[in-house]
C-alpha cells in the first residue's frame, strides 16, 4: 500500500473536488482506496508512506494522439505546412524498421513518464515490407518505461498513383492492412478493466487512405469492439482535398463512412463548422486536441470552447515529436489554456479545465473513463505528484493554477496502477541517458539508410 499525504489533490471528480490539505491511499490491486481531505485513518500494516508537502496529487495525464516512431526524425522540415513536411518525410519513414521503431518509442514514453503521463495511445501507420514486427516493438519499449498503453494500428492504402500524397512504397495493399489491424488486436487487445495493453484500429488520414479501407475499419472495430482513431480536420489543404474528391467537409466525410460515434476519438478537429461541431457532439464522437502541434505547423486552433459546450469529449495529444518537438503532455495543459483565449478570450478555458482535458477528457477519449481519468475510490491508482515548491512554481497559491499557469512542473512521483514509473524527477525503469543514446543511434542509422 502507499499513503501519500500532506499534500494538495485536485481529483477531477464530477464536482471538481479539491482539497488543501487531503491524502490519498493506494491498495495493493493497482486501486484508490481513499482519498479526501486532512490526514488518512491508522494503518496497522506496512505502507510506504510519501511525504507530499509541496506537492499537487492529479490523476496521471493520458495523451491521445501521438507517433512514438517520429523520435527519430525530430526537427527536420522545420517551416513547413503539413503537407510539405509529410512529403518531405515520408521516405525517410519508408526505411523504419523494428529497431528503430522500439528505440524511438523507447525515448518518447520515457520523455512522456517524466512529463506526467500514466497513459499514452500511439498511432503507428508506416509499416514498410521488410521493418519486422514495429509494434510488438513499441509494445516492449511500453513494459520497460511502465505506462499504461493503447497503440493503434494504422495504416495508409491510398498512394500517389491514386492520387493520394504518401509515395506509393509506404503505404500497404487494402486487404493486407486489415488482415494485419485483426491479428495485432487477436494477439495484443486486452478488454479487461484493469488492461495496461489496449488496440485501436487507425488508418491515418482522408489523404492517405482509401474510402474502402475506412468504412472496413470501421466495420473491423466494432466486430472486435475496439475503438477508432484517424487524423480529421487538421488542416485548409485536407478540407480542400475532401472536397475536391468527396464533394463535402472532412466531418461529412467522416459519417458517410460510418466513422461518427461514442467508439471514435478524432485527432486534431481544427477546421470545424458550427454543424460539424454539433454532429460530433450528438454522436459523441472524441477529439484528441494538439495544440503545440498545430501552432508548430501552423495549421490553426481548435475550436475547444465550442467543443466542449457541445458536450464533445475532448482530450489532450500531444502529437508526434517531428511536429512537436518538446513532446511534453505537462505543458500541453497551458498550451491548451493559451490558444483557446487566443481564440476566445480569458474566460475560454480555465485551468482546472485544461487539467480536466489532460486526464478525464483524455480517459473519455479512449474509454477508460469508468477507471482512470480521476482520483476516485476505486480507480485505477495511476496518479502524478507535481513538485510546486521551487522557484518556477512558488508564490502561486492556487495549485491547479500554477500547474497549469506555471512552467512544467518537476514529477516528484507517478504511479501507474500503484506502481512507481517516475520517482524524484527520474525514470523507474530506464535510465534517460542511455535512451537518448540508442534512439540517436537508431536516428542516424534511419538518417542514412534514407540518403
Ligand atoms: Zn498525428
Redesign the pocket.
Known amino acids: 500500500m502507499i499513503l501519500i499525504e500532506n499534500v494538495a489533490v485536485a481529483t477531477v471528480d464530477a464536482a471538481d473536488t479539491c482539497y488543501g490539505d487531503g491524502h490519498a491511499v493506494v491498495g495493493d490491486d493497482g486501486r484508490i482506496v481513499a482519498v479526501g481531505p486532512g490526514h488518512a485513518g491508522r494503518f496497522h500494516r506496512s505502507v510506504r508512506r510519501v511525504d507530499g508537502t509541496g506537492c499537487l496529487l492529479t490523476p496521471g495525464l493520458v495523451n491521445t ?1 501521438h ?1 512514438l516512431y517520429q523520435w527519430a526524425t525530430r526537427g527536420l522540415a522545420l517551416d513547413e505546412t503539413l503537407f510539405g513536411w509529410l512529403t518531405t518525410l515520408y521516405p525517410i519513414w519508408g526505411r523504419l524498421d523494428a529497431e528503430i521503431v522500439g528505440a524511438a518509442a523507447a525515448a518518447g514514453l520515457g520523455w512522456l513518464a517524466l512529463s506526467g503521463c500514466t497513459t499514452t495511445m500511439d ?1 503507428h501507420y508506416v509499416f514498410p515490407r521488410d521493418g519486422g514486427d514495429v509494434l510488438a516493438a513499441e509494445i516492449e519499449a511500453a513494459r520497460q518505461i511502465g505506462l499504461r498503453f493503447h497503440p493503434t494500428r494504422g495504416s495508409m492504402d491510398l498512394g500517389r498513383k491514386d492520387g493520394g500524397l504518401p509515395p506509393d512504397n509506404v503505404v500497404e495493399d487494402t486487404d493486407e492492412a486489415l488482415a494485419a489491424t485483426e491479428a495485432a488486436i487477436d494477439r495484443w487487445h486486452d478488454p479487461s478493466p484493469a488492461a495496461m495493453l489496449r488496440i485501436a484500429v487507425a488508418p491515418c488520414s482522408p489523404f492517405s487512405v482509401t474510402s474502402k479501407l475506412m468504412s472496413d475499419s470501421a466495420l473491423l472495430a466494432r466486430r472486435k469492439g475496439v475503438r477508432l482513431h484517424t ?1 480529421l480536420a487538421e488542416t485548409g489543404d485536407e478540407e480542400e482535398f475532401c472536397r475536391e474528391r468527396f464533394g463535402c467537409t472532412p466531418v461529412e466525410y467522416a459519417e458517410r463512412l460510418g466513422w461518427l460515434g461514442d467508439d471514435v476519438w478524432l ?1 486534431h478537429g481544427v477546421h470545424l463548422n458550427e454543424s460539424a461541431i454539433a454532429r460530433l457532439g450528438a454522436t459523441g464522437t472524441g477529439v484528441a486536441h494538439c495544440p503545440s502541434s498545430n501552432a508548430r505547423l501552423g495549421a490553426g486552433a481548435a475550436p475547444v470552447r465550442q467543443l466542449l459546450d457541445r458536450a464533445v469529449p475532448v482530450g489532450l495529444g500531444v ?2 515529436a517531428a511536429s512537436q518537438e518538446v513532446s511534453h503532455l505537462g505543458a500541453e495543459l497551458r498550451q491548451a489554456l493559451y490558444t483557446a483565449r487566443t481564440r476566445g478570450g480569458p474566460s475560454a478555458l480555465t485551468a482546472r479545465e485544461a487539467l480536466r482535458l489532460g486526464t478525464m477528457g483524455g480517459a473519455r477519449c479512449l474509454g477508460r473513463q469508468d477507471d482512470l481519468g480521476s482520483l476516485e475510490v476505486g480507480k485505477l491508482a495511476d496518479v502524478v505528484l507535481w513538485r510546486l515548491d521551487g522557484l518556477g512554481h512558488d508564490g502561486i497559491d492556487d495549485k491547479v493554477a500554477a500547474l497549469v499557469f506555471g512552467p512544467p512542473a518537476p514529477v516528484e512521483l507517478a504511479l501507474v496502477g500503484g506502481k512507481p514509473v517516475v520517482e524524484r524527477g527520474e525514470l523507474v525503469g530506464a535510465d534517460a541517458e542511455n535512451l537518448a543514446r540508442q534512439a540517436r543511434r537508431a536516428r542516424r542509422r534511419l538518417l542514412k539508410a534514407a540518403r
Do not use: I, L, R
Open positions: 494522439h507517433h498511432h487524423h485527432a502529437d508526434g
